[in-house]
């Protein structure tokens, strides 16, 4: 997650968001949109007095706090000055140690992050057209569905994107009163029609599946995402349907709390090896001649997690872990998983990872059953770069899939590139990000539940 970048859609949004911005470690950077590639932002940042001309007194030190600098939206002034604003939840980090030591210039060191609760959501633009993701073939859905598509066409005169496939369901091709209605939605079908441009928020009903179906459907911007409660965990779906009309009017009016969640941005380059058979003097057909390789990359944008397992091998999967090009690790077990702080919930909570706030810009890393006692899960900064390799001497294959879909097959010769995106899905929350997180957690997970003892009166410390 590049919290520091909100606004990441290179035409003028029909929404934003209102956020203030504060400086944290300057060991990390800024994205930027380059044509979709993530670019580092150069500034040029002092580093102790001497590079303001002067001794280090109480002075220099005021004149050096005073120091500002700017980073438009739209574009990165050449300018060295900065704007530097202070942390609500603790101070900025002094580069400046004991007498003479300072560190080094940096240009690319510069990262921002909002204050959770600063997080609101506004419009630029009334939006006008909405996208409803339902669950496919879900009984229980049929009514809140219906009830919402009428709301938001009669009512709110909303344009309503519904995947063609959902209206496929006997249940609402089969009902004449609906008919009417689902004659003015606007249908689409997923990986054929492309909707970025033309949604401005969109609508879940049904469980965590829909929310990440719906970072799926958009590779770039994603639209604010309002996720109800109408599966069986809800941890990503904080609002209850019993007061949808007052909730989704509010969110139309730009009057909410947003979390950005971040997703991870993974190519997957493949090589597909092909042999060509040669005759010998003998008319043997040899199959070791001469061999041509054709790479086929793939793109995608992963909210939860990428796993990478042994597959229906009896052998442990043997993977190599790159971290900026450097070899960290061999991977020798069922597998492992890289997630998102979003994710760390998910598959990698449950192979004993930590649990960590979407506000953290980080990406987690969790090995799958390893065969080693001292493989613990790592947390590594949002933003390096990841690359998994099958193991020369590894004996089998293995899989990968992003969020448990488009699984697919790893030879050796392939590898997988992964490293954190610069288009979040903006989730909206029911109250804040810190109160919906820590609710989810104690409802969905039932985090620290344990009966209570019992009190001790003054009687039982005789004994």
């Known amino acids: 997650m590049f919290p520091g970048r909100p606004e990441t859609q290179t035409s003028d949004p029909p929404f934003r968001f209102a956020l203030s911005t504060v400086t944290i470690w300057e060991t990390a950077w800024l994205s930027e949109m380059d044509g979709g590639e993530v670019v580092r932002v150069e500034a040029a940042p002092y580093c102790c007095s001497t590079c303001d001309g002067g001794e280090v007194s109480g002075r220099s030190l005021a ?21 530097r604003t202070q942390s609500l939840h603790g101070p900025s980090p002094v580069t400046t140690f004991g007498p003479k030591a300072c560190m080094l210039q940096n240009p690319h060191a510069v990262m921002h992050i909002q204050d959770p609760a600063s997080q609101r959501l506004t419009w630029n633009k009334p939006p006008k057209s909405v996208l409803v993701i339902k669950k496919i073939r879900d009984a229980s859905l049929l009514q809140p569905f219906k009830e919402l598509c009428i709301f938001l066409t009669e009512v709110k005169n909303m344009i309503v994107y519904v995947e063609k496939k959902v209206l496929e369901d006997p249940a609402i091709s089969g009902d004449e009163n609906f008919g009417a209605i689902t004659k003015k939605f606007c249908t689409f079908r997923e990986d054929l029609d492309d909707i970025s441009n033309r949604v401005d928020f969109i609508i879940c009903l049904g469980g965590d599946g829909t929310l990440l179906y719906a970072s799926s459907l958009f590779q770039e911007s994603v639209p604010p995402v309002m996720a109800f409660h109408l599966g069986s965990l809800g941890f990503l779906t904080p609002f209850k349907f019993d007061t949808y009309q007052s909730q989704v009017t509010q969110i139309i009016e730009g009057n909410a709390a947003i979390v950005l969640r971040s997703r991870l941005k993974v190519r997957v380059l493949k090589e597909n090896w092909e042999k060509k058979a040669r005759v010998d003097e003998k008319g043997i057909i040899l199959t070791n001649g001469d061999v041509e390789s054709s790479r086929k990359a793939m793109q995608y944008q992963v ?82 770069e990841l690359k998994i390799m099958l193991s020369r001497d590894a004996r089998n294959t293995a899989w990968v899939s992003f969020d448990g879909r488009r699984r697919q097959e790893i030879c050796h010769g392939d590898s997988i590139t992964i490293t954190t995106s610069c288009f979040p899905v903006p989730s909206i929350c029911f109250r804040d990000p810190v109160n919906d997180w820590f609710e989810s957690l104690a409802q969905c997970l039932h985090w620290n539940v344990r009966k209570k003892q019992n009190y001790l009166s003054s009687e039982d410390e005789e004994f």
């Open 63 to 83: 004149r050096r706090n005073r120091k500002t600098r700017s980073l438009s939206t739209s574009s990165v002034s050449s300018s060295s000055e900065y704007r």
């Open 303 to 384: 909210l939860n997690e990428v796993v990478v397992d042994r597959g229906p091998s009896s052998y442990l999967s043997n993977v190599d872990l790159f971290l900026d090009g450097h070899l960290i690790t061999t991977v020798q077990g069922d597998g492992v998983i890289v997630s998102t702080p979003t994710g760390s919930t998910a598959y990698a909570v449950a192979a004993g990872a930590s649990m960590i706030h979407p506000n953290v810009p980080a990406i987690m890393i969790t090995p799958i059953c390893p065969h080693s006692l001292s493989f613990r899960p790592i947390v590594v900064p949002a933003g390096v």
